[in-house]
């Protein structure tokens, strides 16, 4: 069995959404189809949520109407037949209806996350009566009957499993089973989601739930590539990658992936293959366990960064330094990135510098503070490259015009990360798409 899950550019045009009612038509098996919202919808939905907490009822009305239009003309342009726009009217009016009695109740937190469900309920719920108009025999099964989170936010994978299994089997004589990306239940049962760009996740934890041969990434690029597009002039796509790999780029801002997506794959060895819809022949990227050894894949780039630096004479031949450091961290709920450590200091990085000012307090209990904010963390990916001689000599030639104040190497075979500051964020990424890959 497969899944194939479509982002929300390729479900965002009814032209696109013909066009991968067409991909999954034609592609032979049994598979579960993940669909995103349609593109712009969850952040009009977010902004809808902000203004009705803000008690801005007006400004959030005009966003419901906005949207409202622009679903009406989808509505227009993806169904044939009146019969087929009377139920896509009725589908449209319904949810509006929805949501504008969310917007007019008590509009809490539990009614935010309410609100922003509806863009993957309502586009799996169009797509499905694109395929009943097309006389496509499909099932559209709600997410919110198997899809989890425990106390702690994190997805019940096994829970989920058992949930799932039984009702795909169930199912027999239907080789396209629709459901929602991105939307889940907590566990008060109330309904929640897995954070933005969660749809990919919630591809990676069906695949891996129900032990799929293959999890499929529907976007709108050709894979995963070996730099930055945003930054780099020429990029190429990556062909193969490991889960490892594909986990650090994900997580260091390689924007295709949502940074978990490749957690639940890996844990039952689930292929994930990422595809163009724009360019169904390409092939894509494909991550498995087994890749080849030795060889640079990618530089990704995270900015945002905050390097601390904690000097002090106490640490000489101490121990539990590190733990009492890691502490405070870990107090303030702050993930730790990078570390590097000398005889008589430790110097760390961190994205989120939400708690910085307390956490700087406690840590002049150790000695002397150093912050640096604006700098960036810059990964070098290959599958097992820390084992291969040259490779360091590599990236600080490539990196010779460019100061580096950190760095990062054999916490994993596959990833050397440098720090820098902000500013040489573009020059370092040229300087290594042309020292590590001869790109220009
Ligand atoms: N619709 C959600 C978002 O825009 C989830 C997703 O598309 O992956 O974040
Ligand atoms: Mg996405």
Request: glycine share 6%.
């Amino acid at each position: 069995m497969l899944v194939m899950k479509f982002g929300g550019t390729s479900v965002g045009k009814p032209e696109r959404m013909k066009k991968i009612a067409n991909l999954v038509t034609s592609t032979p098996g049994k598979k579960i189809v993940v669909l995103s919202a349609l593109s712009g919808t969850t952040n009009a939905l977010v902004s809808i949520g902000d203004n009705l907490t803000a008690g801005r009822a007006a400004k959030a009305e005009e966003e419901i109407v906005a949207l409202e239009k622009h679903y009406h003309a989808f509505i227009k342009d993806l169904y044939e037949s009146e019969a087929f726009h009377a139920i896509g009217q009725e589908i449209v009016s319904r949810y509006f209806i929805l949501i504008r009695l969310l917007a007019a109740g008590q509009f809490d937190v539990k009614s935010y996350r309410e609100l922003l469900a509806q863009g993957e309920l309502i586009s799996t719920e169009l797509f499905y009566q694109h395929l009943q108009e097309r006389k496509i025999s499909s099932r559209l099964l709600p997410a919110l009957h198997f899809m989890s989170i425990d106390e702690n936010e994190e997805p019940e994978l096994e829970k989920i499993s058992q949930r799932l299994k039984p009702l795909v089997t169930s199912l027999t004589n239907i080789d396209i089973i629709i459901t929602q990306g991105y939307i889940c239940r907590n566990h008060r049962n109330e309904i929640d989601n897995l954070k933005r760009g969660g749809s990919d996740y919630t591809a990676s934890l069906v695949g891996a739930a129900i032990r799929a041969d293959e999890i499929q990434i529907w976007t709108d690029i050709d894979g995963m590539h070996n730099n930055d597009p945003r930054i780099v002039k020429k990029t190429v796509p990556i062909s193969e990658l490991t889960f490892d790999e594909a986990s650090e780029l994900a997580y260091f801002g390689a924007k295709i992936l949502h940074p978990s997506t490749i957690v639940p794959a890996q844990k039952y060895n689930v292929p994930v293959r990422l595809k163009n819809t724009m360019d169904e022949k390409a092939p894509g990227t494909i991550i498995t366990s087994k890749g080849t050894e030795g060889t640079f894949k990618a530089v990704a780039v995270k900015d945002g960064i905050t390097a601390i630096k904690i000097k002090s004479s106490r640490m000489l031949m101490a121990y539990g330094f590190l733990r009492r450091v890691f502490e405070v961290f870990e107090n303030y709920k702050t993930p730790i990135d990078m570390i590097t450590t000398s005889e008589i200091a430790v110097g760390l990085t961190i994205d989120n510098d939400a708690n910085l000012s307390s956490i700087e307090n406690e840590l002049k209990k150790f000695g002397s503070i150093e912050v640096d904010k604006d700098q960036a963390i810059i990964c070098i990916v290959g599958n097992k490259i820390v084992d291969q001689k040259g490779v360091l000599e590599k990236v600080f030639a490539s990196l010779k015009e460019i100061p580096v104040s950190m760095v990062s190497s054999g916490g994993s075979a596959n990833n050397v990360s440098v720090l820098i500051d902000k500013q040489y964020k573009e020059k370092a990424l040229n300087a290594l798409n042309e020292g590590l890959f001869g790109l220009k």
